[in-house]
C-alpha cells in the first residue's frame, strides 16, 4: 500500500503563492497518474490537476494558467505551485494516486491526508 505524504500548505495573502509537494513510497511511483484535489468548507472534494506517468498534465479551469503540477520520479514526489492565489483557492489540499488518467476522485485509489491552504483577502 502506497503511503502519500503531503506538504507546503499554509496562509498566503491574495496575489501570492505556495508550492505544494506530496512524497509516496513505493518504487512504482513513476507509473501512476498523481492528482491534486481540493476541498472546502461545506463543498465536495474537486480536481484540480493530474499529471501522467509521462508527464502529460491537466487542470480544471479554475486553475489553469495559475497552477503548475510537476513530477519528480527519481524522488518519488509530486508538486504542485500555485501563484496568483485567491481566496476561493482556500482549502485542503490533497494528494492522490490513480491507474487512469482521471478527474473522478472516484478512480484515484490512495490518498494523503491533505494540507491545508488558506488565502485571506
Known amino acids: 500500500q502506497v503511503q502519500l505524504v503531503e506538504s507546503g500548505g499554509g496562509l498566503v495573502q491574495a496575489g501570492g503563492s505556495l508550492r505544494l509537494s506530496c512524497a509516496a513510497s513505493?518504487?512504482?511511483?513513476?507509473?501512476?497518474?498523481m492528482g491534486w484535489f481540493r476541498q472546502a468548507p461545506g463543498k465536495e472534494r474537486e480536481f484540480v490537476a493530474g499529471?501522467?506517468?509521462?508527464?502529460?498534465?491537466n487542470y480544471a479551469d479554475s486553475v489553469k494558467g495559475r497552477f503548475t503540477i510537476s513530477r519528480d520520479n527519481a524522488k518519488n514526489t509530486v508538486s504542485l505551485q500555485m501563484n496568483s492565489l485567491t481566496p476561493e483557492d482556500t482549502a485542503v489540499y490533497y494528494c492522490?494516486?490513480?491507474?487512469?488518467?482521471?478527474?473522478?476522485?472516484?478512480?484515484?485509489?490512495?490518498w494523503g491526508q491533505g494540507t491545508q491552504v488558506t488565502v485571506s483577502s
Open positions: 499529471i501522467t506517468w509521462s508527464g502529460n498534465t
Open positions: 492522490a494516486r490513480s491507474n487512469y488518467p482521471s478527474r473522478l476522485s472516484g478512480q484515484y485509489d490512495s
Open positions: 513505493g518504487r512504482t511511483f513513476s507509473s501512476y497518474t
